[in-house]
């Protein structure tokens, strides 16, 4: 099987990267408020429906909608595992988040874009030279000190957090599975068909479970939530398929690790402004430590040199 190759507009790839990571990492927040008022089903099958809706009226104005032979050549076992697994990680992480925390879901999500560097070391036979792997061993300890808090409390308190916790390390797997077989794909299709397939197929998987009446009591404050959860999930997936495009799946999977960063800043500024909303997440000096080398380990993978090939 042929494997996809980057365009090697890396500067394009980190761009997208960063957007990624902004629209993730304020997320949880919103879908925490919005987990309030509505049941995981009905909120994860309106942002699938409502990212379709988007995306097809984004690509019928430019007149980009993919065209039949272009589908029916796509290896349709791919598209499969595409959708089921990006289905699976929604499904989980929601029912992880409800009940744990937006912060402690993002600790154990992290695990997701590890699984995509591996599997694109893997997979694809991308490699990381000397430099990038010092990278890893400070991105490591970052997070070791950033969530140093957090996981002492998942240790000792199993009742209120393990059985979220190991629903989202499932989510975390099954999202690295999607990722790499949306890079694949990205060998037959351009990256906005593959997401306009991929949220039309979730969209139809969680139809039978969904309730749309409820949105119809939504406040319109939780309706405005609700509306940019959809909006984020479009834009933040349409921004990571583009970036599988044009960069290794191993060094968008290394700034990914940013996205817990944008959380707990998040949290700290929505609880401040709105106290009542959502909890607040206390920050110590070993987090911020923590913080500094997390963004450190993550630049130094995701901008590391190239390891020379010898063509000779």
């Not at 990624?20 to 699938?48: K, M, N």
């Not at 430019?62 to 697994?85: E, H, N």
């Not at 583009?242 to 609880?271: C, D, K, N």
């Amino acid at each position: 099987m042929q494997l996809h190759h980057t365009s090697g507009r890396w500067r394009l790839g980190l761009a997208l990267s960063l957007i990624t990571v902004f629209l993730w990492g304020i997320l949880p927040i919103a879908l925490t408020v919005i987990l309030q008022e509505l049941d995981v089903y009905t909120v994860t099958w309106f942002r699938f429906l409502g990212s379709f809706t988007l995306l097809a009226i984004y690509l019928a104005a430019r007149q980009q909608l993919p065209a039949p032979q272009k589908l029916r050549s796509t290896p349709l076992g791919l598209l499969a595992i595409a959708i089921i697994f990006l289905a699976i990680n929604y499904l989980l992480f929601l029912q992880g988040l409800v009940q744990t925390s937006p912060a402690n879901a993002q600790i154990l999500i992290q695990l997701a874009p590890v699984l995509l560097g591996l599997g694109g070391l893997v997979v694809f036979k991308e490699h990381y030279t000397l430099q990038q792997w010092v990278g890893v061993g400070v991105l490591t300890s970052g997070f070791s000190l950033f969530f140093q808090e957090k996981l002492r409390t998942l240790i000792t308190t199993p009742t209120q957090y393990l059985a979220g916790s190991g629903l989202i390390v499932i989510a975390a797997a099954a999202w690295a599975l999607y990722a790499l077989a949306q890079k694949q794909l990205l060998h037959k299709l351009p990256s906005a068909s593959i997401m306009l397939i991929i949220y039309a197929g979730c969209a139809l998987l969680f139809s039978p479970f969904a309730t749309p009446k409820l949105i119809l009591t939504l406040s319109p404050f939780h309706l405005g939530i609700l509306l940019f959860c959809a909006l984020n999930t479009a834009l933040a997936y349409g921004a990571f398929a583009e970036s599988l495009e044009h960069w290794e799946a191993s060094r968008v999977s290394a700034m990914l690790a940013l996205t817990p960063v944008v959380t707990l800043i998040s949290i700290w500024l929505v609880s401040f402004l709105a106290p009542n909303l959502i909890p607040s997440d206390r920050l110590t000096i070993l987090g911020l430590i923590g913080a500094i080398l997390v963004v450190c380990g993550s630049m130094t993978i995701a901008l590391g040199k190239r390891p020379k090939v010898n063509l000779a």
